[in-house]
């Protein structure tokens, strides 16, 4: 009786399995950067902010491993109740940083902002988000973060 009255209630309030409602937005600073992520039922978007002017992510195309053992790639990668339907891309052009000192190019975004996506599929009512990436000047780079974890639930 208690799980008919429970069903009743789901379908009056409109829940009965059609609506999908995407989690809010959420956001964290770790490493000199703002990520803000949000997630639908067809892809994830963060968005990638140095808090620092004349700062900039790594491309989401740097080898693992960086160059020379140089960079983190920016990640945008899904588990759990979400699966990823294609690769991550980028709103900003690559270009390429030369750093002569050290005798390697590596591929980076514009110094500021960068928005990355990735073509999702939900497969279950929870998922986590996980983010890496390492924000550098022409001279400094800040603390990486690798792995940082997310967990979201569909409403």
Partial sequence: MRGAVLGALVLLAGGC?????????????????EVTVSVSGTSVKAV????????????????????????????????????????????????MLTLPSLGVSLPVYPDGPVTVSLPVRRTGRTAEVVVSYAACSSGTCLPPVTGHVTRVAFG
């Fill in 48 to 95: 990638y902010r140095p808090l620092r002017p004349g700062f900039h992510v790594y491309s989401v195309d740097l080898p693992a491993g960086g160059v020379d053992g140089l960079g983190v790639a920016t990640g945008l990668d899904v588990r759990g109740g979400l699966t990823a339907t294609g690769h991550s891309t980028a709103d900003r052009p690559v270009r």
């Fill in 17 to 33: 399995g059609h609506h999908e409602h995407a989690p809010e937005p959420f956001r964290f600073t770790e490493g000199g950067v």
